[in-house]
């Protein structure tokens, strides 16, 4: 697969070209990974008002219970396929709009108007939820194991002392090439040329490595710069280093931390989580929720600003390419087509690796 | 396939909840039954204007001879494939608008401009027409052999004495879903709360019978509501009985039958006619007509607009929900998912066996 | 396949009427023919800024260098399927918007921001124009020999003493049922009624006969009308003999001539051309450009918006039929349904014949 160049004008040692490999790495063709969490919805969009949202490639209506508990269900009655969330909630069960017939939390029919009691074979599919702070995540896997070791708890998000600001987008393209647009800087200059664009970028290579299935990536800038409010309010004392250090933990989360190291005496730390949160609604479509957390100027609506519209701008360009990508993939009908890999791609390689395997045990019966 | 379900807390006969049956039921999968006939138009719609309309997956061309005679032909010239309702009807054929091909009512092309002679090989598809009051009737079946014997003609749209309002929507679901849905009262209370909100409606158990292919289902109720506008005008003396009655004598018709049964002495009895009739345009978009027929209060006005006020209601929420439906069972890619049947959808139930048991003979060559 | 029709009312010799073989025939279902030079664009069209257009099923950026040759490349960057068109020209390289590859006209990625030196294997397909007056045609067959002696030049578009109009229109039909509609003049009094509706169309048999793949096509029609400015113009003296001529050198491009011959003493012969060009975008969806030339009056803007509204009815008309016509044949369902052949369509079939000859060539591999 790969291709050595031998003649390098430079003299340089020659770049070796690959190609991504459809039995190696992960693609579009690739069954979504279900057995791990992810993040369904924010906090405050679960209300005791039914709400309807596909994730991996699954029906689902939402609603609280009375308690505030949150409830996912399989969004079609058992009984004529009526969706759920065009019902009403009652107490801790969703009634179905046409024949009202009510579920409880756990997906089992409590009550069918026309009987004295409502059969136990009529039942609907819960999916197991976990409220973390401003997110609720969702177990889409194994129903007779919802691997409680498999979640990703955000500290930054509940944790006194800390904020943030948060969002999104539905972005109509795959997810994998999320994850691949965020490892790599170096599309920085080109795609975000009027918000990230420091020509140091385009020769950015991270440092990866894997611990099991869980991929780091980290590459060191000296001298960036940093949104200026955040400066100001922080006090941080230019000029400083920025390592931006990635983490992929599971195929629905992309935690990236920008970690500075300004020039006071001592040299002082500061952490920025960026979290990218990409959820399959199908293998074309992703919900990508997203989050800007940090432990200083907690109080400053300025910082606050400056995140809300640097996300508005980067990660808008971000999702616009991806899906001008999906769109030019679907029109190419050439069956062997691969994309070329550069040195750069390195930590999206890894990781299109790890989630290869993900996919290939669940294939195989994990 | 029955599950019986053992415990039940108020210690009454468990009901037994078996699931649909894809050999033994019709379902959305199961070819159009051709050898019936449907409705293709109300009578006002066929005029000296070519009209298009696709029934049961043909595209057909409508238009009226210069006696009246509705005629029905395949909407595709069999030279060019223009199709010919953008053409015009002189005399009694249809001129194709692409190069000027004539056909006659039979389809068989009676002019060519460039030939001395139509050849007799040109032709288009003709299909046999009923009129029989505001319905023209089309067979879509053998055109070897039209069974006259099919035709299900309705007296009260014609008879003296009678009159009725009527009505079309257009339905982007299966039309089987409007057949259970209208089989089936436990949902009035539900899906039509505000209309037809009887709370015994939920546990109205018909009864249902079958007589060679047809299916006849009906339930009493005692000291019902009934449309206030007709009671006055026709002098019912309320409390009264209404007995819902239905019948289905081919795929395309249901007839409803209100019938009541005042407290005057001696009793007298009123009908009201409730015909439903869906013609599949394909499997899952049916050409859903109505007619609300009456032999009382026949020169009131007030009485249709409450009978028209009535179906734009009920019937509209019918065509949303099923559309619902068609759309929750178009996303769910669960290849073995099967409703649940409870002993309220006998009637349903019954209804499907049937229609399988017909698709199934015209499959085998009937 | 032939049906002979004995019995003719005239008693002249009876019409035999054919259907369409879709052995011996091209149709929609052929596979495009490629090794033959299309018109990918008007000149002006392409520019300093890149432009995107599908051609035969194949998604294409164009461009300019600087010194004005115009480029064609596969419009998707070899690293991550970014479209090249989003990105911008520099100098003669286009620069994917994305990670900011470069790539030449050759299509040879020249420069990656990331590397020292670029990889030879990073590369996007390019392909071969040629720029013929107003005209850009491309190559889209086999890459290894742009087959130069298939490019039919066109004289007429950059010959001193010589103007035209032009236009385009996108089509949402196959490209075939385009040039059996120019073959064909029976149906000028039918679509073009208004336009172009002489009776004598309608029994028009063009004589056709065939070169090697070239087909032609003539008719010759008495004192029939002409464009009346044009008439003024140039002073051809009525009443004339119109020969309408038609040429198919290639799949892409259809030639026509109006050759009159007036009754000036000699008589005067002028000849106009009515060129069309159908590039297929898919299967079912065409390019359709068109230019009509002449070599009088050309500086007369009164001929030239004559001919303007002529083309923007009468081609519209032709368009908006033959997308009714993809529409019919996208709904009908049967699948042994034969468009039926009369004498008239002498020229289309004898094309199709054509077709049907260098498609399966191609399938052979010539």
């Known amino acids: 697969m790969a291709d050595t160049v031998h003649a390098s004008p430079r003299n340089e040692p020659p770049e070796k070209v690959g190609a991504k490999s459809i039995s190696e790495m992960a693609g579009?063709?690739?069954?979504?990974?279900?057995?791990y969490w992810y993040v369904a919805a924010f906090s405050e969009e679960i209300t005791r008002v039914p709400m309807r949202r596909t994730i991996l490639d699954r029906d689902i209506v939402f609603y609280r219970k009375e308690d505030g508990t949150p409830v996912a269900l399989q969004n079609r009655c058992a009984h004529r396929s009526y969706p759920l969330h065009k019902g009403t909630v009652s107490g801790d069960r969703i009634v179905c709009g046409y024949h009202g017939f009510e579920y409880g939390a756990d997906g089992q029919c409590a009550h069918v108007p026309s009987l004295p009691a409502a059969p136990r074979a009529i039942k609907v599919q819960p999916f197991p939820l976990i409220e973390d702070g401003p997110l609720v995540w969702i177990w889409m896997g194994d129903p007779a194991e919802p691997d409680?070791?498999?979640?990703?708890?955000?500290?930054?998000c509940s944790k006194p002392g800390w904020t943030h600001v948060k969002g999104?987008?539905?972005m109509k393209a795959n997810?994998?090439?999320?994850h691949e647009n965020l490892l790599d800087l170096s599309h920085?200059?080109?795609l975000h040329g009027q918000v990230l664009g420091r020509p140091e970028h385009a020769a950015a290579k991270p440092k990866v490595r894997v611990e099991g299935d869980v991929v780091f990536s980290g590459v060191m800038h000296r001298d960036v710069g940093m949104a200026p409010n955040y400066v100001k309010a922080t006090g941080i004392k230019p000029p400083f280093d920025r390592e931006s250090a990635h983490a992929?933990?599971?195929p629905g989360i992309h935690l990236g931390q920008a970690i500075l190291t300004d020039s006071s005496d001592p040299p002082q730390t500061h952490i920025r989580h960026i979290v990218h949160i990409m959820t399959p609604e199908t293998l074309k479509t992703t919900h990508y929720f997203w989050a800007i957390a940090r432990d200083k100027a907690i109080d400053d609506p300025a910082v606050d600003k400056e995140s809300l519209m640097f996300a508005d701008k980067a990660f808008m360009e971000d999702k616009v390419a991806l899906e001008e990508i999906e769109e030019v993939i679907a029109?190419?009908?050439?069956?062997d087509f691969r994309e070329k890999i550069i040195s750069t791609d390195e930590g999206a390689i890894t990781l299109l690796r790890a989630f290869a395997r993900m996919a290939a045990r669940e294939?195989?019966?994990?």
Request: with cysteine; charged share 25%; aromatic share 18%.
């Open 28 to 35: 579009r063709e690739t069954p979504l990974i279900r057995n």
């Open 148 to 156: 409680q070791s498999r979640m990703v708890y955000q500290d930054w």
């Open 168 to 170: 999104y987008m539905y």
């Open 175 to 178: 997810y994998l090439g999320l």
């Open 188 to 190: 920085f200059p080109f």
């Open 248 to 250: 992929i933990p599971c």
């Open 331 to 335: 029109r190419d009908k050439r069956p």
């Open 363 to 366: 294939a195989g019966g994990e």
